[in-house]
């Protein structure tokens, strides 16, 4: 391995590092973004380029050099973590306010369920409408998380029945449709809440982690079968999940280089971002701003406005800047380092990582600064982040999550602020005599002095 490699390995033990240490303390928002991206950007090539890659099918071979390769991706990386802690303060917009979600249960104790059930009904009706309103039901859909989280911090005791119907949701929909990603990352949100709730030990943690990291390993390994056992008309379940560990371990075992290889194609979203760079400039100019702002429109106008804007998998973008096609049904994207360098090369494309650090973080210190009237709120940066933090997504579709999912809180906050607002108690102090309490000043003797606190 080179220094470089080395070097970006490094990076990504700090970041893992950091999110295991988060765990229990707050909602890890900036350490998952920074740890998926170093997945995605520096694990998965690194292992490719030094062994997985002769295992792997010629398409999803890298195609420059490494040196080439990690000399724009380690800083591109780098610029975005920056920009998500160079203003993050004390990690705004992460920390929860315990004792205001409990005081916000007592006072509302059917919002957690009303949460979960629309949630549910969300999620079930999503299917009968189209893509751009079925999105809002499928955000709606995960109101049931919040939910949960409510009855755990505000509760003095486990309320399994909730936990079971929601983390069994989530299992339910992955394995029906093949798709674990959803799964894998509500997992570590929920662990964040349970966490911070019940305060666990590092051992505990250290077993939480090996759990989840074979948990994700042996779902990476087993996706690409377990898919195609769907597409055979197989039930999606965990007895066909079983039988295809079963049938994959009577070949070869599950853990041999093929496999491996193949599951390491699905975390390394480097070789796309190679091809990006072996045909932007040489065969497709620099959009110079142009692609963002199809990306911005796609994300920002409703289709009934922007009826041409870009649709979500788009394959002309993906085969115009990376001359990758792709099957149909098949669904990838340029990335965020690779629409960074499509529009501004290499060191411009920093610099745009930079400033979308710095967006994301900008938008969870407006998290912070209004929850200290709505303390709930904190708890909804998992709900508009949840899906930002997969670097595999178009763009359009990671913003289109986040701006949709904030316009819906700010809409839900306005309609029910009564019940969202922290209420506060005025107490009357009986009427002064002459001078005001605490004061050299002369005061009404006929006035009353109004105290407000929480």
Known sequence: MTGLA??????????????????????????????????????????????????????YQMQVPASEYFLYAIPSVCAFILGLHLFAGNLDGEVINQEGIKKFVQQNGKIP?????LGFFASVISNFFSSEFGFVFYLLGSFKFIGLFLLILGNKRLKPLPMVLVMGSIVSSSLGEGMFHDLLTWIIFTASIFAIKYKISFNTKVIGAFVFILLALSIQLLKGSFRKALGTGEQGSIETLANVYEEENSKKGIFNYESIASANTRINQGWIITNIMITVPDKEPYSNGKELMQLLEAAILPRILAPDK?????????????????????????????????????????????????????????????SKDYPVLILFTALSFYYPIRPDCELQTVWGHLIKSLFIIFVMIKVFEHQFKVRRATINIAKSSHYLPGSNLPGNPNAELKITRP
């Open 6 to 59: 080395y070097l970006a390995i490094l990076i990504s033990l700090y970041q893992f590092g950091l999110l295991f240490d988060s765990i229990g303390h707050f909602i890890p928002v900036r350490y998952l973004l920074g740890s998926f991206m170093c997945v995605q950007f520096f694990v998965g090539p690194a292992f490719a380029y030094y062994g997985l890659q002769d295992y792997a099918y010629f398409m």
């Open 113 to 117: 369920y009303i949460f979960i059930i």
């Open 310 to 370: 870009l649709r979500a998998g788009d394959p002309e973008i993906l085969y115009k800047y990376s001359g990758v096609r792709v099957t149909t049904g098949t669904s990838m994207a340029l990335g965020a380092i690779g629409d960074a360098y499509v529009n501004y090369g290499p060191w411009g494309g920093c610099i745009f990582m930079f400033v979308m650090g710095l967006v994301y973080s900008f938008i969870l210190s407006l998290f912070k600064r209004f």
